[in-house]
């Protein structure tokens, strides 16, 4: 529980586009009749501050009492992204809160009661029921499933509720885009859209940064804003230029390293990857692998794949620090088999679960590191070189941005090499920018 324990956020001049979605409720503007606003565009657009300061300023003046719902992909970036900011708004302008963190997970302001809500899978949705609220607030709302948002709507059943919606764009046929921002008009719905000139607080040096960070479809959709559809090479960049990105000797800052492992069934390989981290995570390089290719090579037995492990273990910790591995959790047994054999072997490594966050994410982080020139491979990781400039995205799955996995590319090393990153690829990306 909390009360005004955040420090006060540091107000800076709104845009006039930050202005409008701000006030757009009001009685005076021209959108006031719409029963939701979609906010859209860049990164670093200033939408969300905007977005929060306009639902708290429009729930609490007009209603008092009622029950409202917040919403994110998960409840941590639903944390991270709204609850922070807005526990600091209220503070700054000294309207007091109680902040329940545990059961329920609500926040009382006033009289009005607001939940959060996590939109993670299908079946969160079920989470709702039962509620009647006033109004909604989603975060990210196109990583939501249709099934979420439509829940969440039809619990805004008070009289006068409306819906807040904020998002970066995706692909240009996603339910988001077509059922409601392409009917926005026929819907009721107040459609603004963001670029980072909407966003005083960016300097244009920071702004120029934020271009170099994406490049393709990425820098279309976080940077343009556009709702952009994904096409052929996932990474582009790296296939044109590869030269660029290979090296023969390893920087001599490597602070430590990770170890990312993906099993591989009957079709597939088993793919090991060592993953190195500079000073300051200014760069992330593919230090060595082990690849198996399970058709080709015949299969794996746990022991085998165990020596193979402590084997790659062994060589990586001959020349850095390494205490981590982090491995496909589907395959829980064969995890337990190298926890074992990592304590007999006593490597004085923890065998843990892979994050598997969402394949697009891993996708763009890596994109952009490859922009930035912060990704190296050395050059003797052939396998990881080659399914780097041969990954293609499945156009049979526009929608969902994922990659192609029929057997005709390597998607294994990628998954590896992406375990390997995922528990600090949000401080990668932005702490090491140089």
């Known amino acids: ?62 209603f008092d009492g ?28 000294g309207i007091p809160y109680h902040y329940v ?22 079946a969160s949705q079920d989470r709702l029921q039962g509620l009647t609220a006033a109004g909604a607030y989603a975060d990210e709302a196109a990583l939501f499933s249709r099934n979420f948002i439509e829940q969440m709507i039809g619990r805004c059943s008070v009289e006068g509720s409306k819906v807040y919606m904020n998002c970066n764009p995706a692909a240009p046929s996603h339910y988001l885009n077509v059922d409601y921002i392409k009917r926005a008009k026929e819907m009721h719905i107040y459609h603004l859209h963001f670029t980072m000139d909407d966003n005083l607080t960016l300097s244009p040096k920071t702004k120029d940064k934020y271009r170099r ?36 000797v390893p920087p001599d800052d490597i602070m430590y390293t990770v170890i990312g492992l993906d099993f591989g069934g009957s079709k597939s390989a088993h793919a090991i990857t060592l993953t190195g981290f500079t000073a300051g995570f200014k760069r992330v390089v593919i230090l060595d692998e082990y690849y198996h290719n399970n058709v080709k090579d015949g299969r794996l037995s746990p022991t085998q794949l165990e020596a193979a492990f402590v084997d790659f273990v062994r060589r990586a910790k001959s020349k850095y620090k390494v205490y981590e591995a982090f491995c496909d959790s589907a395959e829980q047994t064969l995890i337990e088999g190298l926890t074992v054999a990592a304590i007999r072997a006593r490597l004085g490594i923890e065998v843990q679960n892979a994050v598997k966050g969402p394949i697009n994410d891993r996708i763009a982080f890596y994109n952009s590191l490859i922009a930035q020139d912060r ?22 799955k526009p929608v969902k941005d994922i990659r192609l996995d ?3 590319t390597d998607i294994d090393s990628l998954d590896s090499m992406e375990y390997s990153t995922e528990t600090v690829q949000e401080d990668i990306l932005y702490l090491g920018v140089m």
């Open 375 to 396: 990704f190296k491979v050395m050059r003797h990781c052939t396998a990881h070189i080659k399914a780097l400039e041969e990954a293609v995205y499945d156009d049979s």
């Open 213 to 248: 960070m994406f490049t393709g479809v990425f820098y279309k959709r976080f940077i343009l804003g556009e709702w952009a559809a994904t096409d052929g090479l996932i990474y582009q960049q790296f296939a044109d230029e590869k030269e660029r990105y290979l090296i023969d």
């Open 66 to 93: 009622q029950n409202f719902i917040l919403a994110g992909k998960t409840i941590g970036s639903l944390k991270k992204n709204v609850i922070g900011p807005m526990l600091q708004v209220l503070t700054a302008w």
């Open 406 to 408: 029929d057997g005709t």
């Open 101 to 122: 963190r545990s059961g329920e997970n609500y926040i009382e302001i006033g009289a009005n009661t607001y939940y959060l809500y996590d939109a993670n899978n299908e």
């Open 1 to 62: 529980m909390a009360t005004k324990k955040s420090k006060a956020f540091e107000f800076k001049p709104f845009s006039p586009k930050q202005r409008q979605l701000i006030h757009w409720w009001r009685d005076k503007c021209p959108h006031s009749d719409c029963d939701m606003i979609i906010a859209d565009g860049a990164i670093r657009s200033g939408k969300t501050i905007a977005c929060i300061c306009s639902f708290l300023i429009w729930s609490l003046e007009v």
